[in-house]
């Protein structure tokens, strides 16, 4: 088992910025491609963010790209979410996200192994 828990989650004006960190334990990280998801109330979970095990190879949804940066210390077995530019429609709870990796990205939450259990971000108006 993979264990992850999230941290830096809280409340926010909007145009603010937060940064969330992930941190990773019981397995190699270095084997597990990564993720951000979220999940607003009364929606499904959404993707949000995607970084290879090698720290290349990112990726984001259309609604965060260019506000959002995925990056990942393999030293300290970490994966963070710096979040800039915060709209009230940012409003979720927080997942990270482990996928064994292999020659595919994934944007599909079917394909991911191990969960956190998520850090709320609220964004204020």
């Known amino acids: 088992q993979m264990q992850l828990v999230e941290s830096g989650g809280g409340l926010v004006q909007a145009g603010g910025s937060l940064r969330l960190s992930c941190a990773a334990s019981g397995r190699t990280f270095t084997r597990y491609d990564m993720g951000w998801f979220r999940q607003a109330p009364g929606k499904e979970r959404e993707f949000v963010a995607f970084?290879?095990?090698?720290?290349?190879?990112?990726y984001y949804s259309d609604s965060v790209q260019g506000r959002f940066t995925i990056s990942r210390d393999n030293a300290k077995n970490t994966v963070d979410l710096q979040m800039n530019s915060l709209k009230p429609e940012d409003t979720a709870v927080y997942f990270c996200?482990?996928?064994?990796?292999?020659?595919?990205?994934?944007?599909?939450?079917?394909?991911?192994?191990?969960w956190g259990q998520g850090t709320q971000v609220t964004v204020s108006s």
């Open positions: 996200a482990a996928k064994y990796r292999d020659a595919s990205s994934s944007s599909d939450d079917r394909d991911f192994d191990y």
């Open positions: 970084i290879r095990w090698s720290g290349g190879g990112t």
